[in-house]
């Protein structure tokens, strides 16, 4: 039986090749933030470098079907708090921290979709 982890991992993998493809360079995957007692922690699935130098923070989402309103409704407004959280703790390493952007690939099935900036931080 296949896991919900190996699906996870795989979305990501064929996640990062297209965006590789598409000019993307990785800089970090799997990124974590500790959560603390009242605070749940957050992870970034991929960190990569768009080609004018934007740092983009990627969320892979990955079903099998459309149903339910398909990978990317999957994105909810408190999974989104959590992946700003944890960007915001990555940038802290940049005394200047570049232009940043939230996106999201959505994968159903053998269909990907990439929305650019997705969401923002705000």
């Known amino acids: 039986m296949v896991t919900t982890k190996a699906v996870g991992d795989g979305g990501e993998d064929r996640a ?8 993307l360079k990785l800089v ?3 990124y974590r933030v500790a959560g603390g007692p009242r605070v749940r922690g957050g992870e970034i699935d991929l960190v990569l470098r768009d080609r004018d130098g934007t ?3 990627v969320e892979v989402r990955t079903r099998a079907t459309r149903s339910h309103g398909g990978a990317a409704a999957t994105v909810s407004g408190v999974k989104q708090q959590r992946i700003v959280r944890a960007a915001r703790h990555y940038l802290m390493r940049f005394a200047s921290p570049p232009p940043c952007r939230f996106d999201v690939v959505a994968i159903e099935g053998e269909h990907i979709a990439w929305l650019r900036a997705a969401f923002d931080a705000s």
């Open 16 to 23: 990062l090749a297209y965006l590789l493809r598409a000019g």
């Open 28 to 30: 970090e995957r799997n």
């Open 55 to 57: 740092l983009v923070f």
